[in-house]
């Protein structure tokens, strides 16, 4: 079935090239007597919005090493790329513009082009039909990227850099992960991090694992990561899921709020605001007084922390452990929270405990992170308060 969607997609994508190339008085450059693109090589697609943070030219960062993969003679690769900018995005016509200018090499014409009048049609056929799906924004930048869940869900494999819905989702054996979860001051060093990654996935994992056929032509160990995939991301990324949590996490909580903070002519509402106001004139009095920890063979770590509350009470304030992968140079990727509850307040200090629960193996660390707390605060990020130790 999906060789008949890419075959579908490929004749499609000749089509529009031819059409959008007459239009310019130009005629396209066929491959043998078919056109563009192949109907039984590995497709790529790469389709979105074109915004510079989604460095949809990462691809091209070494043109002779992408040049060699798309030609190999008995694994060659070929990309479709589609999408528009923002009416108003200079740049992001400027990237769609290189795209093509590329596309129109010697090395890559043929094998790599960029569809014009990009609509959910199109987005349609490019999700049935491709055989991987591309993303490649810098992060942390990628809020979600939907496109791939789609493409998923019709059994391409992903491939993208470690952020948005794939961070989440990332799974090995199931996709592909580009780059590393590290975030370089440099971008010019993530780029080069980055673009050399998909060069090694591409000459490597993907097409050795497309190209290995058994006596009836099926790769096997494409297949089962397609089935895989499908299983393990269509059920959890999806639009029930989205609605449902939007609708559990956010729409009910805020009208739940909304309805307290409005009874008795505002009354909690007023009552929240003066809290308020006090927690921020104190917040600056505040301090972290002494911290230790106990290994627990059982749970994982013992932690104790003393605080002086300054100006306010421990009922103020809300205290965590955000714990995680920790590197040599002491940073801390957050893989969780442990809340610690208040024990006691002796001499105006407030002792809190809790655990926290390491689960993986490798240097683990944990930072200390202290909120405002009240009962109708239902976010007390939106405070802009906090203190770390």
Same mark, same amino acid.
């Given at each position: ?285 505040? %301090?972290?007084?002494?911290? =230790?920890? #106990?290994?627990? *063979? !059982?749970?994982?770590? +013992? ?6 509350? /300054? ?27 442990? %809340?610690?509850?208040?024990? =006691?307040? #002796?001499?105006? *200090? !407030?002792?809190?405990? +809790? ?6 193996? /490798? ?27």
């Amino acid at each position: 079935m999906h060789e008949r969607q890419r075959e579908r997609l490929v004749l499609r994508a000749r089509q529009q090239h031819a059409d959008a190339m007459m239009s310019r008085g130009r005629s396209a450059t066929p491959r043998g007597s078919g056109g563009v693109l192949d109907t039984g090589t590995l497709t790529i697609g790469f389709a979105r919005r074109f915004a510079g943070y989604k460095r949809a030219t990462l691809l091209f960062r070494d043109p002779q090493r992408l040049a060699a993969i798309l030609n190999h003679a008995e694994r060659p690769v070929q990309f479709i790329f589609a999408g528009k900018a923002h009416p108003r995005d200079e740049p992001a016509k400027a990237l769609i513009r290189e795209v093509v200018a590329l596309s129109e090499r010697p090395e890559f014409r043929d094998r790599l082009i960029l569809l014009e009048g990009y609509d959910m049609e199109l987005a349609r056929s490019l999700v049935q039909g491709c055989d991987v799906w591309l993303n490649t924004p810098l992060r942390p930048l990628e809020a979600s990227g939907t496109s791939g869940m789609k493409a998923c869900a019709n059994g391409a494999i992903h491939m993208s850099v470690m952020d948005g819905w794939w961070w989440e989702a990332y799974q090995p054996g199931l996709g592909w992960a580009v780059g590393r979860s590290r975030l370089d001051d440099d971008p010019e060093a993530q780029d080069a991090f980055d673009a050399n990654s998909i060069y090694d996935l591409l000459e490597n994992d993907l097409t050795q694992s497309f190209y290995e056929r058994d006596h009836e032509g099926v790769p096997g160990d494409w297949v089962r990561r397609m089935k895989a995939s499908v299983s393990a991301f269509g059920p959890v990324f999806n639009t029930s899921r989205m609605v449902a949590e939007y609708a559990t996490k956010a729409y009910e909580p805020a009208a739940r709020s909304w309805h307290i903070l409005k009874a008795d002519a505002l009354a909690a509402a007023r009552d929240q605001a003066r809290w308020l106001d006090n927690v921020r004139s104190g917040w600056d009095s505040v %301090r972290v007084r002494e911290l =230790s920890h #106990a290994r627990n *063979e !059982a749970t994982g770590l +013992g932690v104790t922390v003393t605080i002086d509350p /300054g100006q306010l009470t421990p009922e103020d304030l809300r205290v965590d452990a955000v714990f995680g992968p920790a590197g040599p140079d002491g940073s801390l990727a957050s893989h969780g929270v442990a %809340r610690l509850d208040f024990v =006691s307040l #002796a001499a105006g *200090e !407030a002792l809190y405990r +809790g655990e926290v629960p390491f689960t993986e193996g /490798g240097r683990q660390g944990y930072a200390i992170r202290i909120l405002p707390a009240h009962p109708n605060l239902h976010d007390p990020f939106a405070s802009q308060l906090a203190h770390w130790a």
